[in-house]
C-alpha cells in the first residue's frame, strides 16, 4: 500500500522560510514523477512544482525564484524549500507522486498546512 505523509509545514511571518516534507512508503519515489500542489480557500488546487524521474523541474509562474522542489531517493522523500514567502502562498500544500508513465498509479498525501500572517 502506497502513502504519502506530508510534514513541515505551520505559521510563519511573511518574507520567512518553511521546508516540507514528504515522505513515501510502500514503493520508491524514483518510480514517480513527484509534485507539490496547494489549495487556498475557495480555491481551486494548483500545482507549484513538479519534479521528474531524472531531477527535471517545473515551477508555478507564482513561486519561480522562491520555492525548490528536490528529492531523496535515498530517503524516500520528496522536499519543497519555501523562501521569501508570501500572504498569498497561504494554503494546504499536497504532495503527489505519478507513476502513470509506468502504469504505477496515482498517489496523494493527506496535505499540510503553511500559513503565512504576521
Known amino acids: 500500500q502506497v502513502q504519502l505523509v506530508e510534514s513541515g509545514g505551520g505559521l510563519v511571518q511573511p518574507g520567512g522560510s518553511l521546508r516540507l516534507s514528504c515522505v513515501a512508503s510502500g514503493t520508491s519515489v524514483s518510480f514517480y514523477v513527484m509534485a507539490w500542489y496547494r489549495q487556498a480557500p475557495g480555491k481551486q488546487r494548483e500545482l507549484v512544482a513538479t519534479?521528474?524521474?531524472?531531477?527535471?523541474?517545473n515551477y508555478a509562474d507564482s513561486v519561480k525564484g522562491r520555492f525548490t522542489i528536490s528529492r531523496e531517493n535515498a530517503k524516500n522523500t520528496v522536499y519543497l524549500q519555501m523562501n521569501s514567502l508570501k500572504d498569498e502562498d497561504t494554503a494546504v500544500y499536497y504532495c503527489?507522486?505519478?507513476?502513470?508513465?509506468?502504469?504505477?498509479?496515482?498517489?496523494w498525501g493527506q496535505g499540510t498546512q503553511v500559513t503565512v500572517s504576521s
Open positions: 503527489n507522486a505519478d507513476g502513470t508513465q509506468l502504469a504505477l498509479g496515482d498517489y
Open positions: 519534479i521528474g524521474r531524472a531531477g527535471t523541474t
